[in-house]
């Protein structure tokens, strides 16, 4: 299982902090990431990490975004600077075992006000 916090309402270029507590242990997933879904839109990824290939962000977070884990603690989390209104959206967290499992948080808000 996987619980997201932090979400929250901030204004435009302040930071918010994601955490994703995971049940298991966060290093035995194949893939790890955050995915964002905004009003009226599909779920889109935002940033992820995939074992043996590094990180990668979308492009409009890249420089702002950073995605890292505490494996001590099983928690993934989701630091986001510079938040722009356009970061509004429903946050999720998702793992993937090695045997093809998914898993997804039930996801936090982030609301960004301009």
């Known amino acids: 299982q996987l619980r997201e916090t932090g979400g929250g309402f901030v204004q435009a270029g302040e930071s918010l902090r994601l955490s994703c507590a995971a049940s298991g242990s966060i290093l035995a997933a194949s893939a790890v990431a955050w995915y964002r879904q905004a009003p009226g839109e599909r779920r889109g990824l935002v940033a992820s990490?995939?074992?043996?290939?590094?990180?990668d962000y979308a492009d409009s977070v890249k420089g702002r975004f950073t995605i890292s884990e505490d494996s001590a603690n099983n928690t993934l989390h989701l630091q986001m600077n510079s938040l722009k209104p356009e970061d509004t959206g429903l946050y999720y967290c998702y793992a993937q075992t090695p045997d093809g499992y998914m898993f997804w948080g039930q996801g936090t808000q982030v609301t960004v006000s301009s």
């Open positions: 990490i995939i074992r043996g290939d590094g990180t």
